[in-house]
């Protein structure tokens, strides 16, 4: 008789708390590779690359740690496709006592676990998600009785409870936030940091080789693989970026330029997200960088606010909201997703180079997602279903607990405003402000009707339109809708024409 721990292609760290639940050589770990993880929606080559190649060194560094792992492969002839079958198959070839696993970070995966117990006739203990700092309940407590849910206030709750860039009690140089500093384009001609890049083993070769093979039929470019799958590369990843993207970080946080995928960012989100690394070890990191004087408060603070703030609020508030959060639609959007959000045929530059970039690296930073491609999708009234496949899709570190409130709440405001205070919506002189990408454009972002102007323009005016009646009580809007109505007419009603001509033209698959 012996215990089974459970682990799942995103829960690959020694620290995991079903791990802690059962003995080497006695007990069994089980992973395997299966279809239905990797294609329940078709994810990105690259994705898959790196989630299998990360399950099969931590499957390794756990046997030379004395644990039986029982790994399957996804080629191998038992290999049944599912974890729960994996599982099954297990049990019924062994004498299992207990069945241990992780909370599973999506909720459709937690619902079948739910089932386990009853189907197998084995006790199973669900343990807590420990690849995050607060638990479910806290978020609950915390969100019990408010009106609005803001980030900001949950951030503050935590930087107390963590004591993270405190000073007795108060906010380290007195202020929670110093976003006002972190709104900087990057000026011409700078030199950026290259990302960190490693190259495939024999494992990640095998891998690929697997992937290439077996999801051609799947988004991305598989070439040129250079991602960490080890805990220790991850941890250099980590170091690099302490080193030599911190202390710009903040400044150019929402800056965009053609060309250059990686900017200041970390790229430590696929690790993090995956267990490789932990997200405290990961704040602690930059705060102590803080301290020794070697990255300024306004960057520190602001990656801080993202790990400790964002990425702990998405995954309470989906919990909280699930699973009806699933179906939230407030503005009806339905659009079909047009063709080039594949492709990246389109004119317009902006969209081209972030979906270029997403094909070719599963990656695009924060701003791109939301700036470029999350607000053309608001705007455009892109399906809510859609577009949250498709980032689902495309990003090496895509979950439902972090995609779903970061497009339906952040992009799409399809949950009428529980998550953000008004939609992310803005014309392309943001795009222009933020970034060179106009300059290599083939509208011009100045034009606001007529065939060379900018879609973002005409579209942002058409959106405010479209939804007056939804939008124009909320406070935060009055200003704009306020310019609206002071707006010569026939200029409305042209940009209104030139939207509507727009999206049929790219409902139609037109070259838009
Ligand atoms: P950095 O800019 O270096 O930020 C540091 C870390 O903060 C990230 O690694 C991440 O762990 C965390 N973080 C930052 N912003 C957020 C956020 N809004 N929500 C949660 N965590 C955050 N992040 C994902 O991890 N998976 C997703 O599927 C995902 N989908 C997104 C979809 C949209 C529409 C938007 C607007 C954002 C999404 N994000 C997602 C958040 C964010 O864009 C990515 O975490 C970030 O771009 C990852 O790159 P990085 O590691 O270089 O981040
Ligand atoms: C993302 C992913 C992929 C592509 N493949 C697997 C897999 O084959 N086996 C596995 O255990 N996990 C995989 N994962 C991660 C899971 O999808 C993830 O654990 C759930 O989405 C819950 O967050
Ligand atoms: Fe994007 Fe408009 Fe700028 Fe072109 S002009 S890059 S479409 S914002």
């Given amino acids: 008789m012996a215990n089974l721990c459970v682990i799942l292609g995103d829960q690959l760290s020694t620290q995991i708390s079903s791990l802690d639940k059962i003995k080497p050589k006695k007990d069994w770990v089980l992973m395997a590779e299966v279809k239905n993880e990797a294609s329940y929606v078709k994810h990105h080559k690259k994705k898959i690359a790196f989630v299998f190649s990360a399950m099969r060194h931590f499957a390794e560094e756990l046997q030379e740690s004395n644990y039986q792992v029982h790994y399957t492969k996804y080629l191998d002839d038992d290999n049944k496709g599912s974890i729960f079958e994996q599982v099954k198959a297990f049990c019924d070839a062994h004498e299992v006592d207990n069945i241990f696993i992780a909370h599973p970070g999506e909720h459709r995966l937690w619902e079948d676990v739910q089932c386990w117990h009853d189907k197998l006739n084995v006790k199973v203990e669900i343990t807590p998600d420990n690849r995050f700092i607060a638990d479910k309940a806290f978020f609950s407590e915390w969100a019990q009785g408010r009106k609005q849910l803001r980030m900001e206030y949950f951030y503050r709750e935590m930087r107390k409870q963590q004591k993270v860039l405190l000073d007795e009690g108060e906010p380290v140089g007195g202020k929670w936030n110093y976003d006002e500093k972190n709104r900087e384009s990057l000026p011409k001609g700078h030199k950026l940091p290259k990302p960190d890049s490693f190259k495939p083993d024999d494992t990640t070769q095998e891998v690929i080789e697997l992937v290439t093979n077996t999801f051609s039929d799947h988004f991305g470019n598989i070439e040129n693989f250079h991602y960490a799958v080890t805990r220790k590369q991850a941890l ?16 150019y946080q929402d800056a965009m330029a053609q060309g250059e995928p990686w900017m200041y960012h970390s790229h430590l989100s696929l690790y993090i997200n995956t267990g490789l690394l932990m997200p405290m070890e990961v704040i602690k990191a930059a705060e102590q960088a803080y301290h020794d004087g070697s990255a300024p408060l306004n960057s520190v603070e602001g990656f801080i606010r993202q790990i400790l703030g964002w990425r702990e609020y998405v995954r309470g508030f989906y919990w909280h909201f699930m699973p009806d959060y699933l179906s939230k639609n407030f503005f009806l959007a339905q659009r079909k997703l047009p063709e080039f959000f594949w492709t990246a045929d389109t004119k317009m530059n902006c969209l081209k180079q972030c979906i270029t970039e997403t094909r070719d690296n599963a990656y695009a930073h924060h701003i791109q997602r939301l700036m470029v491609l999350g607000n053309f999708a608001l705007l455009a ?44 919506a803005a014309s392309g002189s943001y795009i222009n402000k933020m970034s060179n990408y106009c300059q290599h454009c083939e509208y011009s972002v100045k034009e606001k009707t007529g065939e060379q102007a900018c879609p973002f323009n005409y579209l942002y005016w058409h959106f405010l339109i479209r939804h007056k009646e939804k939008l124009s009580n909320n406070h935060r809007m009055s200003m704009i809708y306020n310019t ?8 409305v009603n042209r940009m209104y024409d030139d939207a509507e001509d727009f999206l049929k033209r790219m409902s139609k698959n037109e070259e838009v």
């Fill in 236 to 251: 250099n990843v980590l170091s690099s970026f302490i080193e030599n993207r911190l202390p710009a970080f903040g400044k």
């Fill in 381 to 424: 009234g892109l399906s809510t279903k859609e577009v949250n496949e498709w980032y689902l899709i495309v990003y090496a570190d895509a979950y439902e607990w972090v995609e779903l409130p970061n497009v339906s709440g952040m992009i799409l405001f399809a949950d009428g405003g529980k998550l953000a205070s008004k939609p992310y």
């Fill in 484 to 491: 609206l109505s002071k707006m010569d007419e026939d200029k």
